[in-house]
């Protein structure tokens, strides 16, 4: 099919496909719906058949309905993984900015500018997650109202466990704007327009059921693995594994079958092998390497030695001479770079890694190998996720090099046949947002989208969980003999039971006649997405809580569980906790750390006491902790500021949590410089050997002298102070007014900003700067609280 001959409009768009010369039989077919009419699509194609230009083609059909200058016009598109957005972004930049279209990637966990972000974005890039978090207050925001084209990449992730019900309540919720929309104003068209595409799955015409609008369900469009530019061949191989044998052993054993795996599979080409941790990644590459012997010449051995000599890792210099290399999250991002370049040259045969690979970096291979269907999450052991295999699965075949690829799946004699029948995309996808209810229905209270439990229920049939409990309700827990009503009634029963959840806590009021409203707990729960079990933990504090109880209460979020305690930590956290010869923690735990929580609370004080953790691992994990605890110590302050007058010390001490978090130091650190930009702990280090420990002390040395402290050239110093004079300095006094009297005495407390003129013209402090004033008695009552801007 070639491509747009009919017109120079086209022809200005044609730039974007510039790398086909013609499309495939996938994109061809897709051609006529997506291109020449406006209504809602859903495809299902196979990984590696080319999906993104059915986007592309949406794209181009809205910008060819629009005139130019494009103001008025938002295209988001949406995946379940970061590293998708910014792959996109990355390749969407290059195409579509020439138009004069700009795109904006939104994922990180930001709140307060992103609406500016992308307030001349035209195309937006994010995740469930984060446009969740945009669009619970769209009635505020006439920006998400533009929004004319919603892109789903990998809509079959709306049956993940964990985070299929984002992705199912952020698609009601923008179907909601646009009967919102269209309610408004009935004479303009201001259709949103749905463009959803999925892995192989049996029941896309659910899916199409979902994005339904006016006209009636979306555009299907199957296309089955026969047109998969690359052949895949798939093979499930089981292996024995008797009762008394543990996951471990299990694991281990499958070590040993890797070379002749490789040896019948790979066809001598690149081979991607996944494992499940970490460590299990470094042994059984550490195993094949001596199993294995690959027969490579002269120069292809030097090209290895070559990169050999580059890596820093020394347990993976002489692994890669061998011809074998290894790639997760604990490995140097200067190792990973090479073994990637490696690996994509064709010059590595074996790369053993995680799991976490198949969703960042796109290394295609061969031959895919999951070793063991197993992983651990969280502590347990749990089979990988759907949308996990698919994506491992996804990466064999290099379409550059490649006509046909194998993928390899070693699991357990018992779940073979389970692996064969997903391998053929027959299982069905289900809803899972009956699990995770309570905290969608809370959002959408706050919202107004429910005042009432029958508008809970009109709510409930715009999801996919509505579509699957009709046609499967045992799936849901309802009996299979309930007609439609039946099942209405079901789902409206089990909205009661979760408002009942939200009202139990305060989150929502309800009053004899069943109408809802939010409270100003609900409402701080929806704001900054936190868990209601999380809340729940924050309703018990009795108000004499220390610092220290309150970072333990953090630690125990339902926001953290996903960092999990690995055995080879155990010893640095340990060393963090408790150690004459060191630097320890303020607030040590008793005993030895032992499970998750202990480990959350361990990085989180390590942080603030400005104590170095070397192990990439921790420190990953120590960035993931904070992204979230900002937005949830925010939370607990505010959710103590709004509950009581009683509690002083606990509400003091949220505030300097708060404070913490987002400083990342503790309130009273020396390290006070490491706040500033250019500035990390390294330099912050030398300040504080050099006495510099407050932010006047820094201000009142010499600009040289500070490049001599920190080791850097003018006029380094001169900007340290700069970024220091234009912080806002306050002053607090307080004066007693000599009016006695026996039962109450008058104060006057000033709280001044010094240096306000310098301000006007420049400051070091973000806008929504502010500070809290907070006044208590010995009752340990709250006496006075108010927030200066």
């Known amino acids: 099919v070639c491509i747009l001959n009919q017109s120079n409009t086209d022809a200005k768009f044609r730039s974007v496909f510039k790398e086909f010369p013609y499309f495939n039989y996938v994109q061809s077919k897709a051609l006529d719906d997506v291109l020449y009419t406006g209504k809602n699509v859903v495809a299902c194609a196979p990984t590696g058949s080319g999906k993104t230009v059915l986007f592309e083609l949406a794209i181009i059909r809205l910008l060819m309905e629009t005139t130019e200058p494009w103001r008025n016009v938002k295209a988001v598109y949406m995946a379940p993984i970061k590293a998708l957005c910014s792959q996109r972004f990355e390749d969407w930049k290059k195409k579509f900015e020439p138009l004069g279209l700009s795109c904006k990637e939104l994922t990180g966990d930001t709140e307060i500018d992103d609406f500016f972000e992308i307030q001349d974005a035209h195309i937006i890039m994010t995740t469930p997650e984060k446009w969740d978090s945009m669009t619970r207050k769209w009635r505020d925001n006439c920006l998400l109202q533009l929004v004319r084209l919603f892109l789903i990449d990998e809509v079959h992730v709306v049956k993940d466990t964990t985070r299929g019900a984002t992705l199912e309540v952020v698609v009601s919720r923008m179907k909601a704007v646009h009967d919102f929309r269209a309610a408004e104003n009935p004479q303009e068209d201001v259709s949103m327009r749905f463009v959803a595409v999925s892995a192989t799955i049996p029941n896309i015409k659910d899916i199409a059921d979902w994005l339904c609008d006016n006209r009636g369900p979306a555009t299907c469009l199957e296309m089955d693995e026969s047109h998969r530019p690359v052949k895949l061949r798939k093979v499930v191989l089981g292996f024995p594994c008797s009762s008394n044998q543990t996951e471990f052993k299990f694991d281990l054993s499958l070590n040993y079958k890797m070379a002749n795996i490789i040896q019948t599979y790979s066809d001598q080409k690149p081979t991607l092998v996944f494992c499940s941790t970490r460590k299990g990644v470094q042994q059984s590459a550490a195993v094949l390497a001596k199993d294995a012997r690959f027969i490579m010449r002269i120069e292809h051995k030097q090209r290895l030695m070559k990169y050999a000599n580059s890596l820093l890792d020394s347990k993976l210099r002489d692994l890669v001479t061998f011809g074998v290399g290894f790639h997760h999250a604990g490995v140097d991002v200067s190792d990973r770079k090479v073994i990637e370049e490696a690996f994509t040259m064709g010059d590595l045969p074996v790369l053993f890694t995680t799991s976490t690979l198949a969703m960042g970096v796109n290394l295609p291979a061969h031959l895919v190998v999951i070793k063991s269907t197993m992983h651990y999450i969280g502590g347990a052991c749990k089979e990988y996720s759907d949308a996990d295999m698919l994506q491992m699965i996804g990466r064999a075949g290099r379409p550059q090099f490649d006509t046909s690829a194998t993928a390899v799946i070693m699991t357990k004699t018992h779940t073979k046949d389970k692996y064969m029948q997903f391998m053929n995309g027959a299982e069905i996808i289900e809803s899972s947002l009956h699990t995770h209810l309570v905290e969608h229905l809370n959002a959408e209270i706050v919202l107004h989208t429910i005042s009432d439990v029958n508008m809970a229920l009109d709510w409930i049939r715009s999801t996919f969980l509505y579509i699957r409990a009709l046609k499967n309700p ?103 906790n408790k150690d004459k010869n060191r630097i320890t923690i303020r607030y040590p735990m008793e005993g030895k750390i032992k499970n998750n929580e202990m480990k959350v609370n361990c990085l989180i004080q390590a942080q603030f006491g400005s104590i170095p953790i070397q192990e990439f691992g921790l420190t990953q994990d120590t960035g993931r902790i904070f992204r979230n605890g900002v937005r949830i110590s925010r939370c607990l302050a505010e959710f103590l500021n709004q509950r009581s007058k009683t509690g002083f010390s606990a509400l003091l001490n949220s505030l300097i949590l708060a404070k913490c978090f987002s400083a990342k130091l503790w309130e009273n650190s020396p390290y006070v410089s490491k706040q500033l930009e250019k500035i990390g702990l390294t330099l912050s280090a030398a300040m504080v050997n050099a006495g510099l420990t407050t932010f006047s002390k820094i201000e009142k040395t010499n600009a040289r002298e500070l490049e001599l402290i920190v080791n850097r050239h003018p ?38 900003v010094k240096n306000h003129e310098q301000l006007l013209s420049k400051r070091t402090a973000p806008d929504h700067h502010y500070v809290t004033m907070i006044l208590g008695d010995c009752d340990n009552n709250v006496v006075f609280l108010q927030k200066l801007t």
Do not use: W
């Open 474 to 576: 045992k799936h849901y827990g309802f009996s299979t003999d309930l007609d439609r009503c039946g099942i209405e009634a079901k789902l409206q029963e089990l909205c009661l039971k979760n408002l009942n959840s939200l009202a139990s806590i305060g989150l929502v009021s309800m009053d004899e006649d069943v109408n809802i409203k939010a409270t100003e707990a609900g409402r701080l729960m929806a704001r900054y997405c936190v868990a209601f079990d999380t809340m729940k933990q924050f309703s018990k504090v009795t108000g004499t809580e220390t610092l220290p109880e309150l970072v333990e209460l953090m630690a125990k979020g339902r926001e953290f569980t996903d960092v999990q305690l690995r055995v080879n930590e155990k010893r640095t956290l340990n060393t963090l």
């Open 715 to 752: 006029p380094f110093g001169n900007q340290i102070r700069e970024a220091i004079i234009n912080l806002p300095k306050y002053e607090v006094c307080l004066e007693q007014l000599p009016r006695y009297n026996v039962a109450t005495a008058e104060i006057v407390v000033t709280v001044n």
